[in-house]
């Protein structure tokens, strides 16, 4: 059956001729993710710490604001707490 000719969605169909991989994790694998989860929470409060004692700075809003735009990739959230770089309002 062709595709383009089915109902299905893409994944339905392509499913239709994959067959599961079944694959175990190691206790390896699960102390080496608990690793890199604890370093990444690390980096980020340590770049958090590091923005409020450097920060010329330090805006902290209470209630709603119109945001009009902001880069999601220089985002640093923590709790309720965000900290970024740039931010247009």
Not at 44 to 56: F, N
Request: glycine share 4%.
């Amino acid at each position: 059956m062709d595709f383009m000719q089915s109902e299905l969605t893409l994944y339905a169909y392509v499913k239709q001729f994959v067959e599961p991989v079944q694959k175990s994790i190691n206790n390896l694998e699960i102390a080496d993710a608990k690793r890199l989860i604890h370093l990444i929470f690390q980096k980020r409060d340590e770049k958090i710490d590091k923005a409020l004692q450097k920060a010329r700075y330090v805006l902290n809003i209470y209630g709603a604001i119109r945001i009009t735009g902001i880069d999601p990739m220089n985002i640093t959230a923590r709790g309720k707490k965000c900290c970024m770089k740039i931010l247009y309002v």
